[in-house]
């Protein structure tokens, strides 16, 4: 397809005015972001709440005891069932607080200073909002400690509209900024999401201008857009 000059300049006065354009907002950086990763310590246990609720799935890990060691998950009544022990009331603690309750109970009647670690890889009621230029925005649920590639991950990855080195998280109603290009290089930790999270990657203005004038299949010369 051949386009006029007169057509040109329009389009060359779109892509223009796109690139000044494409920077998305900047706003304070998230918490958990602006450290390196050699001196990041990323949180452990769930990322979506401090809580432990109905039907989350926990790893149970009491070290040098195999037998004590395993993923369990929280029944209807808050409550998880271990050898030795019974039934331990789980809901409404954090991970923290419940590796203590069932270090107490076998330390109390089974073994001494027992070492027990809780993780919760599935927190069925955190739920993340990923919107934006991605391959499947929508809601969707943590499972574990999450970080915000691996959200994006979640909705298919960054689509060929992203802004790749940016990227707006609201929490509690509050924007921060996460630059995904420093992430990957590695220059700043990748900071972990939180339930509620909403992330939005921001689209370039001149790659829709690109798409908008002939797709990202053309190409521009000075006779026009060819393919």
């Known amino acids: 397809m051949k386009m006029t000059w007169k057509l040109l300049f329009p389009l060359l ?3 223009t005015l796109g690139a000044c354009s494409n920077n998305a907002p900047q706003h304070t950086a998230l918490p958990g972001s602006t450290t390196s990763v050699a001196e990041a310590s990323l949180p452990t246990g769930t990322s979506g709440s401090d809580r432990i609720a109905p039907q989350d799935l926990l790893e149970i890990d009491v070290f040098k005891v195999p037998d004590l060691s395993k993923e369990v998950r929280v029944d209807d009544n808050g409550n998880i069932t271990l050898a030795l022990i019974g039934t331990v009331r789980a809901e409404g603690l954090s991970a923290s607080q419940l590796e203590k309750q069932i270090a107490t109970r076998l330390e109390k009647d089974y073994m001494h200073n027992p070492q027990v670690n809780v993780l919760v890889k599935e927190a069925t009621a955190s739920k993340i909002t ?10 969707y649920p943590l499972a574990g400690d999450t ?3 691996q959200a994006i991950a979640l909705a298919e990855g960054l689509n060929r509209l992203a802004i790749k080195d940016n990227v707006t998280v609201f929490r509690n109603g509050k924007p921060y900024t996460v630059r995904l290009e420093d992430v990957n290089q590695g220059k700043i930790a990748d900071p972990i999401v939180m339930a509620g999270d909403k992330i939005q990657v921001h689209s370039s203005s001149t790659k829709e201008a690109i798409q908008d004038y002939g797709g990202v299949g053309g190409l521009l010369s000075p006779f026009g857009l060819l393919r």
């Open 130 to 139: 990923v919107s934006g230029a991605v391959n499947r925005p929508g809601v």
């Open 13 to 15: 006065a779109a892509l």
């Open 147 to 149: 970080s915000v590639t």
